[in-house]
């Protein structure tokens, strides 16, 4: 049983007690005294008024305290009802918060690993240059830069088709960008030439 109910239950339990014993009292030990006045009026088939004696008034007095109380019960009933519906109120919206932070949380996460995948992918896709074989790509970009355009870029373009098209992506980045513009462009395969100058954006020399 809630707080509110024993309160309401425990008052009116007293009141119904209190009112019988009133009743009792009243019925069994008041008498009634008449004035002359009254005597008078009873002479006129009026009926005279009826005085309480100490212990009826006492009771009379206690009925209307308890009254009071129940009445004071009812409101602090009412009152904690409000509490509760306002706390409902609370819990549920700290429910729904609690709920759009998880979904947050795992949307945030399948994001998270999403860019790790991505970029996981294009760490791979990048051409990665150790340091003791730069010297020998440097050597190589420079025999390059001083071919033909045309002739540099039929070569590089048949490296390309047999495999070699990380080393193809190497000897242009070392090249100075002149020279590699004019063999890309010499290029007859333009999606190729377009792959090759992404390529050379991400290279990445290893230096340990």
Known sequence: MSKKKMILA?????????????????????????????????????PAPMQLNPQAQELDELVRSLRQRIADCRA??????????????????????AEELEDLRVKAAGALAALREQKAALEAERVKIAAEDMANLKKTAAIYAKMDSAAGGQILADMCRQ??????????YYMDERSAAKIIESLEDKSLAARLCDKIKRVREVTS
């Open 76 to 97: 602090q009933a009412q009152q904690l009802n409000e509490r509760e519906k306002q706390i409902r109120i609370v819990q549920d919206q700290l429910t729904r918060q």
């Open 163 to 172: 495999n070699n098209e990380e080393a193809v992506v190497r000897i242009l």
């Open 10 to 46: 425990g008052g009116l339990a007293a009141a119904s007690f209190a009112l019988a014993m009133a009743a009792a009292f009243m019925l069994g030990g008041a008498k009634p005294t008449t004035s002359p006045a009254a005597m008078s009026a009873h002479d006129a088939n009026e």
